[in-house]
C-alpha cells in the first residue's frame, strides 16, 4: 500500500500561522489598553464633578470649616468703649503715691492717666454705658443671647471721687441691665428680657454696634460679657472683657469718700475739699 503523502507547510502557510498567534496575543493588550482609556475618561468625570461639588460646598460651608479648624471664633469683638463723660467715677484705693498725684493733676497725661485709673480700679458711680462692637466670622450665626457675668460683688467704692464736668443728657441706648438682681439680664424696656424675644443674625463680616446701658446701687461690681452664639448648628460661648483687657467696673454711690478730685478745664484732676458740704 502506498504512504498517504505528508504536505509540508509552504513559507506562505507558516506566516499566516504567525500573524494568527501575534493577533491571539495582541487582544488582552488591546482590552487593557481599551479599560484603561475608559477607566480614564470616567476618573476624569469624576474629579469634575466632585470639583463642582466640592466648590458649591465650599462656597456654602467650606470657609466655616477653616475658620472652625483653625479655631476662629464666630465673632470678632472689635472696639470696647465706656462712656465717662456724663457721670461721676471713683477709685477703690485713694490715690497716695506722689508719682500718681503728679499724673492726675497733668494736663497731658491722659494715657499715663489711664492706667494708672484702671490701677485703681476706677468705676463709674450708679450706671454706665458701653458700646461693643461685634463683627460675624460665619456665612450665617445667630447671636442667641448676651448677660452680664458678675466676677466680683464688693462694699461700693470710697477711695475717691471724681467730679466730672456735666455737660449734656446722656444717649438713649438699646439694652439694660441692672446689677443688683440675683441673675442680671439684659431688657429693652420693663422686666421682659430682651433676648427671650430677639435675637441678632449676623453673616460673614456684617458688623453691628451694641449699646449696653448697665445700673447697680447695692455694691461695687466686676463683670464681663457673655455672647451665646449658635452657628453652625452649636453654640459657642464668647467673652467680652473692658477696654483695658480686665473687666467692667461699676459701683453704688457711697455716703462720704476719702478724697475729692473736680475734673479741670484744661485736663487733669484737681483735689478738692468737701468737708461740711452735703454735695460736692
Not at 500718681?100 to 454706665?128: F, N, S
Amino acid at each position: 500500500m502506498g504512504r498517504a503523502r505528508r504536505n509540508k507547510p509552504t513559507s506562505v502557510g507558516r506566516d499566516v500561522a504567525a500573524q494568527q498567534q501575534g493577533g491571539e496575543a495582541s487582544d488582552p493588550a488591546r482590552s487593557k489598553g481599551l479599560l484603561a482609556w475608559l477607566a480614564g475618561i470616567a476618573s476624569a468625570v469624576v474629579l469634575a464633578a466632585f470639583g463642582v461639588v466640592f466648590t458649591e460646598w465650599y462656597n456654602a460651608h467650606g470657609s466655616d470649616t477653616v475658620e472652625q479648624v483653625r479655631g476662629t471664633a464666630p465673632i470678632t469683638v472689635g472696639q470696647v468703649a465706656v462712656d465717662y463723660s456724663e457721670r461721676d467715677t471713683v477709685l477703690r484705693e485713694p490715690v497716695t503715691d506722689p508719682e500718681d498725684r503728679a499724673v492726675m493733676l497733668a494736663a497731658h497725661a491722659d494715657k499715663q492717666r489711664e492706667t494708672m485709673l484702671a490701677r485703681h480700679r476706677m468705676a463709674p458711680i450708679g450706671g454706665m454705658n458701653v458700646t461693643v462692637a461685634l463683627t460675624g466670622n460665619r456665612s450665617s450665626l445667630r447671636i442667641v443671647n448676651i448677660e452680664p457675668q458678675v466676677l466680683a460683688r464688693m462694699p461700693v467704692s470710697e477711695g475717691a471721687r471724681l467730679i466730672v464736668i456735666k455737660g449734656g443728657e446722656a444717649g438713649t441706648v438699646e439694652m439694660a441691665a441692672d446689677l443688683d438682681r440675683p441673675t442680671p439680664r439684659f431688657t429693652s424696656g420693663g422686666d421682659t428680657p430682651y433676648f427671650r424675644k430677639k435675637q441678632i443674625d449676623l453673616k460673614r463680616d456684617e458688623p453691628v454696634t451694641l449699646s449696653l446701658s448697665f445700673s447697680g446701687k447695692k455694691a461695687y461690681y466686676e463683670f464681663d460679657l457673655r455672647v451665646t452664639v449658635l452657628a453652625d448648628g452649636r453654640t459657642e460661648e464668647v467673652v467680652i472683657k473692658g477696654p483695658d483687657g480686665g473687666p467692667f467696673r461699676l459701683s453704688g454711690e457711697a455716703a462720704r469718700y476719702r478724697t475729692y478730685y473736680r475734673q479741670a478745664p484744661q485736663g487733669g484732676w484737681q483735689p478738692v475739699s468737701c468737708q461740711g458740704r452735703r454735695t460736692c
